[in-house]
């Protein structure tokens, strides 16, 4: 029998909008939500990936102000999940160029109150707020390491200073990979397919990553449950506890029924990857390993997950099968 608390709770029946749908975590939560039984509204700039989600779909830019006021209240969500933003790192120079995750968040959150009908909004920032290996000793306390990290401190500075009239929370998701996903980790599945991908030495660095099936499980978590502690917080999202990099490329690799991965000297790699950031000054997002990218390879990446942990329980997905189906998915698509 559902007790008053669960039926409070219940998906049946809510209406959820998803900012961003149509990437590759929105593609998951729209799935995941219509499954749970919800009317799911999927604002976003492109249409969805899934073809399957047309009916979901609303083409809505957030940076157009009057346009965004307008679909927000014509469907009048109760919960809503905000995923929209330009993630790529191409933009070197123009702040603006992340508009949509600036004045798109102020323009979101003044729709949120004009429409009145909002119960639990959930904003997805990043954790490239702070560069890998530098340790925030609080919430607010940053070290964004390009623009696209300064655009998403302003996220957070954005909600906070807006307090919404309703329950609220930031999550920073980590590295998340699955199912629909793109650049940078279907990437690294695809080198590891092609056989070019080599293991840094004896590195094995531990890793804060997320399997996306897990990612959408915990904003359901998030979204329905009583979770008093995080309202107002902003947290890490991911799986937990981290994985070890040697580990998760084996397993791949293993899934894919390829041979056993090389190791290659990290001097060796770290002079590929300065020849790749040669290449990345002409030929921005072409170079296949800049000493960005293999800094962060390289590094340790552990978020504390504790709140999450008390908040959303045993995940549903182990890493195997997290593996098993993104590799599944892959050999569809």
Not at 46 to 55: G, H, K, L, N, Y
Not at 140 to 166: A, H, I, M, Q
Not at 255 to 266: G, T, V, Y
Not at 284 to 312: D, H, I, K, Q, W
Request: proline share 8%; aromatic share 8%.
């Amino acid at each position: 029998m559902t007790s008053p608390a669960d039926a409070r709770f219940s998906w049946t029946e809510r209406r959820v909008l998803i900012t961003g749908g149509s990437g590759f975590i929105g593609t998951n939560a729209v799935r995941h939500f219509v499954a749970a039984g919800s009317d799911v509204c999927n604002l976003d700039l492109v249409p969805p990936r899934d073809t399957r989600q047309r009916e979901q779909w609303v083409g809505c830019d957030i940076r157009q102000r009057q346009n965004l006021l307008d679909e927000v209240i014509r469907f009048g969500p109760d919960t809503v999940v905000h995923l929209a933003a330009r993630t790529d790192l191409l933009e070197r120079r123009d702040p603006h160029g992340y508009a949509a995750n600036t004045h798109g968040v102020r323009n979101l959150l003044a729709a949120l109150r004009a429409a009145g009908t909002v119960r639990r909004l959930i904003v997805a920032s990043s954790r490239m707020v702070c560069r890998i290996g530098y340790v925030p000793g609080a919430e607010d306390d940053y070290c964004p390491p390009n623009l696209y990290g300064e655009s998403k401190v302003e996220t957070e500075r954005l909600v906070r200073e807006d307090d919404p009239p309703f329950e609220w929370i930031i999550v920073r998701p980590t590295s998340i990979w699955g199912p629909w996903f793109g650049v940078p980790y279907r990437n690294f599945f695809d080198a590891i397919a092609r056989g070019v991908y080599r293991h840094p030495g004896s590195a094995d660095p531990a890793k804060s990553f997320g399997f996306v099936g897990n990612f959408v499980y915990q904003l359901e978590c998030l979204g329905a449950k009583p979770c008093d502690e995080l309202m107002g917080r902003t947290i890490y999202q991911c799986d937990y506890p981290p994985l070890r990099l040697r580990t998760w490329a084996d397993m791949i690799r293993q899934e894919m029924e390829l041979p056993p991965i090389r190791s290659a000297p990290q001097g060796l790699l770290r002079v590929a990857a300065v020849i790749g950031d040669a290449i990345e000054v002409v030929a921005p997002g072409r170079a296949p390993l800049t000493s960005f990218r293999l800094n962060n390879l390289l590094t340790n990446m552990v978020y504390p997950t504790e709140p999450l942990e008390r908040t959303c329980g045993a995940l549903p997905h182990t890493l195997p099968e997290g593996v098993k189906s993104t590799v599944a998915w892959m050999r569809r698509s």
